[in-house]
């Protein structure tokens, strides 16, 4: 499958590189600094440009199977509407070029999914921590689902540069045990890579936890 990653260059966005090359796909990163990028494969191509700007993003979608999502400001403080014109370019770019999977990284918390966490997390840490973020996402969620795109909407906790287990649950109704949840980023990009293939959660919002 030839798979397209928005993000590549981010924390989560390398881990899910790395993933779908182990996979066997072929990979396209959309980067907008290839000098910063750092991976090489045989199965690896990047497509340079900025997910703000339509037509590098109607570049970079076309002739791939697939797309994985894990664009992110990297300040979990502030609002980025930026990154929500890009998820909007990217639908818009999908649906031209008729690229029907979209496996979307958001976060556990958006549109009452926080009661699947610990108590710390629902009342302390994504009221008063990751607020804006959270609206982010849920801003970025409708879009997709209005879209006419085979979407998956994956929802972890907290990330963590922790090494890749293989050791998860996931699904709409799974919950967290502990009072702070975390994830490793390795472990929730195995799970959006399997999505790009597997058709058990299209047109869902499953969690990832630990």
Not at 9 to 31: C, I, K, N, P, Q
Request: proline share 4%; hydrophobic share 40%.
């Amino acid at each position: 499958m030839n798979v397209l990653v928005f993000g590549a260059s981010g924390a989560t966005g390398r881990e899910v590189v790395r993933r779908a090359l182990d996979r066997g796909h072929a990979v396209r990163a959309f980067v907008r600094d290839p000098g910063k990028f750092g991976i090489r494969h045989a199965s690896l191509a990047l497509a340079v440009g900025d997910a703000t700007e339509y037509a590098s993003v109607e570049r970079g979608v076309r002739d791939v199977d697939a797309v994985a999502c894990a664009l992110g400001s990297g300040n979990s403080l502030g609002s980025h509407p930026a990154l929500t014109d890009g998820v909007r370019n990217i639908i818009r770019a999908m649906e031209h070029a008729g690229v029907p999977r979209f496996v979307y990284l958001s976060m556990l918390g958006v549109a009452g999914s926080g009661r699947q966490l610990g108590l710390v997390d629902r009342y302390i840490v994504l009221p008063l921590l990751l607020r804006n973020v959270m609206n982010d996402h849920a801003r970025e969620e409708a879009l997709i689902k209005r879209s006419a795109l085979d979407w998956v909407i994956v929802r972890p906790p907290r990330l963590t540069n922790g090494p890749y287990t293989g050791r998860y649950r996931s699904g709409e109704g799974v919950r967290e045990k502990s009072l702070l949840a975390s994830i490793s980023r390795a472990d929730v990009a195995d799970f959006m890579v399997k999505q790009l293939t597997d058709d058990r959660h299209v047109h869902e919002t499953p969690a990832v936890l630990g």
